[in-house]
């Protein structure tokens, strides 16, 4: 009688699993809606790039609804069976009685390897969500500050072209230009460090889902009662469902983000103010001096635009790598 009331309640104490994946399932839509609006310059600017986010969270909630039915149906179909008979079904017989003499042993096996499941599963989550805020954060808000540099200091000022023959002013804006693009190519760093980890985290969630499998089978063939089997189960395949949505939410997220600085990088004048765009456009395919003078700009410093024609170009360099 003593193992039994012991086996009924640790598997009561695991049934608070259901709400607690529900909870984080909430909480995870809670974070989801953060890094849409976290990520919403990106998604504006490419319609594709939203339609594709709409028919992810679709596909989350079509998922959802799904694992939420297999549940009940494991409940009323796979684990009713087992209610006549707790201890006469086929893997009870076969591994139980022949390797657990006493039942305190299966007990205390059953709560290490659920509990060991979950956790690793939890923490995997947790990894993940949490490199994946860091970094879309991160490269949003790295992003804000150099379009603001870019228009507000680096170039010169849209109504005053008095300086451009101040070679100190020059080498300023030349010194301005390469911390720009030393802080680009941070930022494809951070996300192209990001997109490379998908990998093997995907891969650590297959495994943890391999591992979900086998718990949930051993658990539903183990004769406890059926209403801890339907929770713990449910609990299991809503966990698992949580760490493989996580996994492609940043899959999805890294992918855009790579895409938007490589267009970042083809482009980089298009984001500026329309007279420095003009001008910097001007400096970079065109030397002649009749030209030149049509935009008031006289006796250009010939090592000055070396510098920036280098600067830009190993921009084009980095682009070409990152794809």
Known sequence: MGPRILTSLVFEYDCSSLLIAGLLYDDFLAMHDLLRKTFRPVLSMDPALTKRFTRRRLICYMQFISITVLSILIHYVGVTPFVGDPEGDLFHRLFVRRFFEDNYALVVLQFIVFYTVISIMTFGSIVQVTMCMYSVIQINFQYHLLVDDLNNKLMFHPDDFSLIEDYSH??????????????????????????????????VSMVSGGMVVLVLLYLLLGGNRPFSHFKIAGGLFVAEYMVVTFCRLGQEYSNASVEF???????????????????????????????????????????????????????????????
């Open 261 to 323: 600085y490589d267009k970042l990088c083809e482009l980089p004048w298009y984001y500026w103010g329309t007279n420095n765009r003009k001008m910097l456009l001007m400096i970079l395919t065109n030397t002649k001096e009749l030209t030149i003078s049509c935009f008031g700009l006289k006796d250009l410093n010939h090592t000055f635009l070396l510098y920036i024609n280098r600067i830009w170009y190993s921009i084009f360099c980095v682009a070409r790598k990152v794809k």
């Open 170 to 203: 020059q080498q300023k804006i030349s010194k301005n230009l390469k911390r720009c693009v030393e802080e680009l190519l941070k930022i494809q760093a951070v996300a192209t460090k990001f997109f490379k980890l998908q990998s093997p985290v995907i891969l």
